[in-house]
Nanobody
Framework: QVRLVESGGGLVQPGGSLRLSCAAS????????MAWYHQPPGKQRQMVAL???????NYTDSVKGRFTISRDIVRRALYLQMNNLKPEDTGVYFC????????????WGQGTQVTVSS
């Protein structure tokens, strides 16, 4: 059974940094494209960073140069290093595998809350 557990969120001042983690189990982690999604308060969830199975990366324009996605295949973990955080980065962050069967069936973890505020 697939399980994605996000962690590492918190309250940070503008300009600060956080590192999010996603622990994956029940899936062939190295075979999947993996992504981080951001859901601002009252808005829809959107992908902000993608790492393909062959480790190509892509970012939405609003986070380019500030966020870095990475993974540890041995630990079956996905990370998001978030630097120079802005208030608009506030929201819940989720990881998922956007081309997987479980994603298409609507599976999501609980997410981790990031609040950027002075």
């Amino acid at each position: 059974q697939v399980r994605l557990v996000e962690s590492g969120g918190g309250l940070v001042q503008p300009g600060g940094s956080l590192r999010l983690s996603c622990a994956a189990s029940g899936m062939s982690f190295s075979a999947y494209d993996m992504a981080w999604y951001h859901q601002p308060p009252g808005k829809q969830r959107q992908m902000v960073a993608l790492m393909t199975h062959d480790e190509s990366t892509n970012y939405t324009d609003s986070v380019k140069g500030r966020f870095t996605i990475s993974r540890d295949i041995v630990r079956r973990a996905l990370y998001l290093q978030m630097n120079n955080l802005k208030p608009e980065d506030t929201g819940v962050y989720f990881c998922n595998a956007p081309r997987s069967a479980f994603f298409l069936k609507g599976y999501w973890g609980q997410g981790t809350q990031v609040t950027v505020s002075s």
